[in-house]
């Protein structure tokens, strides 16, 4: 097994502006990749076949094989400004566009025009988004490097998508990050306040029904880990998520924290995918 990580760029954290690969002990391998188009490097996925790796630049949506060769590329895209990228049902490759506050689809060949998904300005700052059971759309909605924003998860359903529903009314979420476990359970990686000295960082786990609060995932204080992102149920039954400077997994089906997998200094991690 491999972890690949995105690593941001200097204008996003000062990072190593790569996808950085580590072996199945957590050691850094070195770049996955040296393709020069990556560049500032978000959202990381598994295509549904388990083939390809696509993940978001810069400009451009991009899909790799598992030798770090670009297969597929979208081409440049204006004021793209992308964030985190999941598959939905119907086999298309989404991404948060931030610069316009909503979430674009493209074909998985990367060759079509990427359409909305959602209005524009749909949300202040989107932060992380995933498809339920049912098609529904959960969308976190967070707060932006300007402080604006709110902080809660939408729900939209996929007969009136330019209705969302506030899922979550919970005044510790800060949400950075979300995705849909296997269970049909929202889970959001959240740093509260935002960036601040002492932000408390925890998973959270939410009831998709009710917005109830179901569990709370905490690491041990003494890694210091911040800026969690990268949400990721692994196939071992652990939860992953990557921050400032590590890598760390939970146990999915206890909550037990077992600890860093992955400690590299700048690493600024935005997303992790295991590969086996």
């Given amino acids: 097994m491999r972890f690949l990580v995105t690593s941001a760029g200097s204008a996003n954290g000062g990072g190593h502006d790569a996808v950085l690969a580590f072996n199945a002990e957590g050691k850094y391998v070195g770049p996955f990749s040296d393709d020069p188009r990556i560049v500032d490097p978000r959202g990381l996925c598994i295509d549904p076949s388990g083939t390809l790796i696509y993940l978001n630049s810069a400009d451009r ?30 086999g298309r490759f989404y991404v948060t566009v931030r610069h316009h506050r909503t979430i674009w689809g493209i074909s998985a060949t990367l060759d079509s025009h990427a359409e909305p998904l959602l209005p524009e300005g749909i949300v202040p700052f989107p932060r992380g988004f995933g498809f339920g059971r049912d098609d529904s759309l959960y969308l976190a909605s967070g707060i932006g490097p300007s402080g604006e ?18 899922l ?22 959240s740093e509260s306040p935002f960036r601040a000295p002492d932000a408390v960082v925890t998973v959270r786990e939410y009831d998709p029904a009710s917005g109830e609060l179901v569990r709370i995932f905490t690491p041990d204080h003494s890694v210091g880990f911040r800026q969690p992102r990268g949400l990721r149920l692994g196939p071992d039954g652990h939860l992953y998520c990557v921050g400032e400077a590590h ?25 992790l995918v295991l590969l086996d």
């Fill in 61 to 90: 949506m991009l899909a790799l094989d598992r030798n770090g060769r670009v297969v597929r590329d979208s081409g440049t895209m204006v004021d793209l400004d992308p964030g985190g990228a999941v598959f939905g049902p119907d």
């Fill in 149 to 166: 924003g709110d902080n809660t998860i939408l729900v939209f359903d996929p007969d009136t998508p330019a209705q969302p529903r506030r």
């Fill in 168 to 189: 979550v009314t919970d005044p510790e979420l800060s949400p950075l990050d979300l995705t849909v476990a296997p269970n049909g359970h929202v889970v959001v990686a």
């Fill in 247 to 271: 890598a760390i997994a939970f146990d999915f089906s206890t909550g037990d924290f077992l600890g860093p997998v992955v400690r590299l200094p700048r690493l600024h991690g935005q997303a």
